[in-house]
């Protein structure tokens, strides 16, 4: 038995056996074949269907409608125009205007370039909520309530801003519930153990984060010249996660020892640049040059990905799977628990973390009178901490430390 030349449909094969009759095969995309049974007319019929389905550019008709999708039509743009339009006029304008900080405009960024590589080529009309919980299926819950915010304003605009559609399909979206959390968080043995294998840059950084309480956002974006008094050893910092809250968390913390210790070293490295937390690197990219402020400084990412790096290398926490080992960001929440180990005040460790109450944060006097930061110390002495009688997974702590404890965004 072998195929006959195909003279009645596109991807048919007709196979007759030996008894004489003839029996029609579809050749699938992956090259498999499908039985159209023996009828004639039931297999053109089937065929026709089947390409159509499968095959939206098999014949010329389909060439020409698959060609004119694709064009950009001006009431029923591709999704990923219209994704580009609304980084230049909704993304942009907020950014420029002040309304998101240049992490939350990059966290945005990157979910909205995320769609346009995935869901570009269908027109605004074609996106349904099942494209999209389909695109989401396999992310955790956190991941999918950060999109599934991003997606909601950009429906929107397409919506209220363009009219290009009635309904919003992202409201038929709801995120998982976010899992238990996996990573675990350091020990201060861990962390010296991790500091011992870093270069002396990255040392400074951990202490400074250790012993400031500061995200890793706002110690990246320390400049010596405009943050930090020498004088009075002093650091201010409007924490930039809070800049579009209505009262901004705008603190000028007291360095005690230890704290001021990191922050002289690295005042007083022989590396010239003006912020804080820097290195001087071996070769410097024209990529890096283009979004780093100044070559020697540090991004968020870089500084994430260095303490990763040594963390690992140093073996500190090898007991641990490595989606459990603590990060960077874990180092806020070990200050925080020295803190309130070492005597500090419930009040002192919020106001320091950024954490305070309204009547206590509140920003701005009636009128127009000058921003002014609420002054904090950062007073913690290790030397009068016995890190040894810490239970570390203590839950009896006072319900607003472990509030701070868990707060694990960036």
């Given at each position: ?18 008894s004489?009759v ?11 074949l ?12 089937a ?14 008709v389909?060439k ?14 591709l ?23 240049k992490?939350?405009?990059?966290l ?32 955790t819950?956190?991941?999918q ?14 919506i209220?801003?363009c ?54 956002g ?19 910092i ?26 002289d ?7 010239p ?9 071996i ?31 140093s073996?500190?926490?090898?007991h ?27 009040d ?5 973390a ?45 319900s ?7 707060d694990?965004?960036?």
């Amino acid at each position: 038995m072998s195929p006959k030349q195909n003279l009645i449909a596109p991807h048919v094969e007709i196979r007759r056996k030996s008894s004489g009759v003839s029996y029609y095969y579809y050749r699938m995309p992956d090259g498999s074949l499908e039985s159209l049974g023996k009828v004639r007319s039931e297999a053109i019929e089937a065929a026709a269907i089947l390409t159509t389905a499968l095959r939206p550019s098999g014949d010329l008709v389909s060439k020409i409608l698959a060609a004119s999708s694709t064009k950009s039509n001006a009431r029923n743009p591709l999704f990923a125009q219209v994704l580009e339009d609304y980084i230049v006029n909704s993304l942009n304008v907020d950014k420029d205007e002040g309304k998101l900080s240049k992490a939350t405009y990059r966290l945005k960024i990157m979910v909205v370039k995320e769609y346009i590589s995935n869901l570009g080529h269908l027109s605004i009309q074609q996106i349904t909520a099942f494209d999209l919980a389909n695109h989401l299926k396999n992310r955790t819950g956190n991941t999918q309530a950060k999109h599934i915010a991003v997606l909601n304003r950009v429906f929107k605009y397409a919506i209220s801003g363009c009219g290009y559609i009635n309904i919003n399909p992202v409201s038929q979206l709801v995120a998982k519930e976010p899992g238990k959390r996996k990573r675990k968080r350091h020990t201060l043995e861990g962390l010296e153990t991790v500091k011992t294998a870093c270069p002396e840059w990255l040392q400074r950084a951990i202490d400074i984060a250790l012993y400031s309480l500061q995200r890793r956002g706002d110690l990246v974006n320390l400049n010596i010249d405009h943050h930090i008094d020498k004088e009075k050893k002093t650091i201010r910092i409007l924490q930039e996660k809070t800049r579009n809250y209505a009262n901004p968390v705008f603190i000028e913390i007291s360095a005690g020892d230890a704290l001021w210790k990191a922050i002289d070293s690295s005042i007083t490295s022989n590396i010239p640049c003006p912020y804080l937390v820097h290195f001087r690197p071996i070769r410097i990219k024209a990529s890096d040059r283009q979004v780093k402020p100044h070559p020697f400084a540090v991004l968020p990412d870089y500084l994430t990905k260095s303490f990763k790096k040594y963390r690992d290398k140093s073996g500190a926490y090898d007991h641990l799977p490595s989606n459990q080992r603590p990060t960077f960001h874990s180092i806020r929440a070990l200050g925080i628990m020295l803190y309130f180990k070492a005597g500090f005040s419930i009040d002192y460790i919020m106001l320091l973390a950024g954490h305070a109450d309204e009547k206590t944060t509140q920003r701005y006097i009636d009128g127009h009178e000058k921003q002014r930061a609420i002054k904090v110390s950062a007073g913690l002495d290790l030397s009068k901490v016995k890190t040894s009688d810490i239970d570390w997974l203590d839950t009896t702590i006072p319900s607003e430390i472990a509030s701070l404890l868990t707060d694990l965004e960036e």
